[in-house]
């Protein structure tokens, strides 16, 4: 007897669930998951059915997979066409080559300036041949960075001791130079012995370095540098490999706004230009300003592909902070998280249970569920205008990025675009999967996990794999 198509579909749809469940159930009670904290949820973005899921709707730490929500905030509300600008001004008067008065660095927020990933490294010398075009050959005052467009908190309060001073905790800024990093080479000695610090780069003459580092028969750099925003004093501990002539590790510039006047001063002082007073930062004289250079950014899209390839904490702060003004006049965390809480709460996303405290997913007080981020991504994928910019910002699997060892040589290879996110204890995905004329918005939350970081990955590439039959 010939089956009707009613019932085989409905038979299909069983053997899939059943798929499905197996896979969960494979996953949860893995070794190193039966204690973790988990939160998984995959859905077919097209016809919204529910492919499996675990504790969907319960918060989890997300590590760097916020991003997702920085990035996607930005772009529907900035468009990817929005630059950042930094302005240069004048006040007072130029008369006979002189400037009676003073040149300002206007910051407007731009993670991009001098940065190694991005952006015009060239910037320096065309502020100089701008204010030389004004006919300036002697600054009476100063160079001014002013970076008050952002308050003054630059970290995030709920980011831990250990990274604070760190290259990849650096903050957000009004003005920011250089992914505001410093580096420092050191000369190591035997294992146990402290090493000897050799040069800064860029220098730095004002930092003061208390060193608690040791020589060690590693082969990695473990080093943290420990201080506070605007602070020059930092100590260094850790380990760093024994007997290296010279061996790099890298801070966070703690007063950038001031550090960009510092070195645009020296510029124009090595290009005939004297400027009178040292260099000073944030300093509002009230005076009447005259803009005669405006730098750009590189483009939101540009930026936003940095951030969710490369990871990118630094330029993910910026775009977080700049979202407060939309509501603020100056950039904060407070008006930041209420502005990405209230556009998608008016996107229909159940936020209630939705915690952020930055923008970049180091804070381990971030309590985001999957299914806050498959909604997201569900979001992006069917009703926003920017769905083909979102999605090529995140790296492929098994390609490219911080997953480009995720699901290597698997039949899902090339077909999953995803953010990761990890930090101690934590491991998280999130994404798209592409099979067989299908797209499915997927997050695999991870925390407090027992085993390696390897075996839980492996675990999580199965449970992906379950769905590509």
């Not at 005259?290 to 483009?299: I, V």
């Not at 699901?407 to 953010?419: F, I, P, Q, W």
Request: hydrophobic share 40%; with cysteine.
């Amino acid at each position: 007897m010939k089956k009707s198509p009613l019932l085989l579909l409905a038979a299909s749809l069983y053997s899939s669930l059943a798929i499905s469940q197996s896979a969960v159930n494979a996953f949860v009670n893995a070794p190193d998951m039966k204690r973790a904290n988990l939160s998984v949820m995959i859905k077919d973005v097209e016809t919204g059915e529910t492919i499996l899921q675990h504790r969907a709707d319960k918060n989890t730490v997300p590590a760097s997979t916020t991003k997702l929500v920085t990035t996607a905030t930005a772009l529907e509300i900035l468009g990817p066409d929005f630059t950042f600008t930094t302005k240069l001004q004048y006040d007072g008067t130029i008369e006979n080559g002189v400037l009676n008065g003073n040149i300002y660095i206007l910051g407007g927020g731009d993670p991009t300036l001098g940065s190694k990933y991005m952006g015009d490294s060239l910037f320096l010398d065309k502020w100089t041949a701008a204010v030389k075009q004004l006919g300036i050959k002697k600054i009476t005052g100063t160079v001014i960075g002013d970076g008050t467009l952002y308050d003054t908190q630059g970290i995030p309060p709920r980011w831990t001791w250990e990274d604070m001073g760190n290259y990849y905790a650096a903050g957000a800024y009004g003005i920011s130079i250089y992914d505001d990093t410093y580096k420092v080479y050191f000369n190591s000695g035997e294992a146990g012995t402290t090493p000897e610090i050799i040069r800064v780069e860029p220098l730095m003459p004002d930092l003061r370095f208390k060193l608690f580092l040791k020589s060690a028969n590693i082969n990695d750099d473990s080093a943290y540098f420990y201080g506070a925003p605007y602070s020059n004093d930092r100590s260094i501990y850790g380990e760093i490999p024994a007997n290296r002539k010279e061996f790099v590790s890298k801070g966070d510039i703690p007063y950038p706004a001031l550090y960009a006047a510092q070195v645009f001063r020296q510029n124009l002082v090595a290009n005939g230009v004297e400027v009178t007073q040292p260099a000073t930062a944030d300093v509002i004289t009230g005076n009447t300003r005259t803009t005669f250079f405006t730098q750009t950014s590189p483009t939101l899209k540009e930026i936003i592909g940095n951030i969710n390839y490369k990871s990118n904490n630094h330029y993910a702060e910026h775009l977080f902070n700049y979202l407060a003004l939309q509501k603020a006049k100056q950039a904060n965390i407070t008006d930041a998280v209420s502005v990405i809480k209230n556009f998608w709460k008016s996107k229909g996303l159940d936020i209630s249970g939705f915690i952020i405290n930055d923008g970049c997913g180091l804070s381990p007080s971030n309590a985001i569920s999957a299914k806050f981020f498959v909604d997201l991504l569900t979001f992006e994928a069917n009703k926003s205008s920017y769905k083909n910019v979102f999605i090529s910002t995140l790296p492929v699997a098994g390609e490219s990025g911080t997953v480009r060892k995720l699901l290597k040589g698997t039949r899902l290879e090339g077909k999953v675009h995803a953010k990761s996110g990890s930090i101690f204890d934590v491991q998280c995905f999130a994404g798209y999967i592409d099979w067989k004329n299908k797209q499915y918005a997927f997050a695999v939350l991870v925390n407090n996990y027992t085993g390696s970081r390897k075996s839980v990955i492996e675990e999580i590439e199965k449970l992906l794999l379950s769905v590509a039959k």
